[in-house]
T-cell receptor, first 115, second 109 residues
Framework: EAGVVQSPRYKIIEKKQPVAFWCNPI?????LYWYLQNLGQGPELLIR????????DSQLPKDRFSAERLKGVDSTLKIQPAELGDSAVYLC?????????????FGPGTRLTVL | GQNIDQPTEMTATEGAIVQINCTYQ??????LFWYQQHAGEAPTFLSY??LDGLEEKGRFSSFLSRSKGYSYLLLKELQMKDSASYLC??????????WGAGTKLIIKP
């Protein structure tokens, strides 16, 4: 069974440029998460989807971040414009079921560097 | 509010045993997770405890005490490949995972 797929793995951009990350969850997993992880820290939730509905986006900086999960399968996270402080690893995870006590499966992440 | 505390870094010797502690404060309790994360890789699930006591899974065991807000991960017969960060996480009142900063475990020969 294929795991969570993310692309690109690495991205280097200059500040004020836009950037997009893509995630394809494990087949059949209805819940999808986008996390941000800084070095030496745990993941921080940006947004959670139940199927195509964003059910928790309270931590998403909506002035520059946007996300979508059309058809309730794969998802895209966008930053426009990027700032220096956005440099981090962006992790996508999926789970079967909507509750946090369900095991989450993570993709390899996208390491973003903003210059 | 939610709060999770773990030691930042620990060092142990190959073949030995190490215990990684996690203390938490939550408004409710819906279990506690341990994940392993190798440098530059994604977190992978190790264990989920919802009842008090010790659960053993091969070389790894996880313990929970709900009354004390305390958990530990016990790693036996340490191998070099166990060098990684170990993340403790608990669901909050909105059923979203709150993550600790992780404990970086360094294994020396």
């Amino acid at each position: 069974e294929a795991g969570v797929v993310q692309s690109p793995r690495y991205k280097i951009i200059e500040k004020k440029q836009p950037v997009a990350f893509w995630c394809n969850p494990i087949s059949g997993h209805n819940t999808l998460y986008w996390y941000l992880q800084n070095l030496g820290q745990g993941p921080e939730l940006l947004i959670r989807y139940e199927n195509e509905e964003a059910v928790d986006d309270s931590q998403l900086p909506k002035d520059r971040f946007s996300a979508e999960r059309l058809k309730g399968v794969d998802s895209t996270l966008k930053i426009q414009p990027a700032e220096l402080g956005d440099s981090a690893v962006y992790l996508c995870a999926s789970s079967f079921g909507e509750y946090a006590y369900n095991e989450q499966f993570f993709g390899p992440g996208t390491r973003l560097t903003v210059l | 509010g939610q709060n999770i505390d773990q030691p930042t870094e620990m060092t142990a010797t190959e073949g030995a045993i190490v215990q990684i502690n996690c203390t938490y404060q939550t408004s409710g309790f819906n279990g506690l997770f341990w994940y392993q994360q190798h440098a530059g890789e994604a977190p992978t699930f190790l264990s989920y405890n919802v009842l008090d006591g010790l659960e053993e899974k091969g070389r790894f065991s996880s313990f929970l005490s709900r009354s004390k807000g305390y958990s530990y991960l016990l790693l036996k017969e340490l191998q070099m490949k166990d060098s990684a960060s170990y993340l403790c996480a608990v669901p909050d009142s909105n059923y979203q995972l709150i993550w600790g900063a992780g404990t970086k475990l360094i294994i020396k020969p």
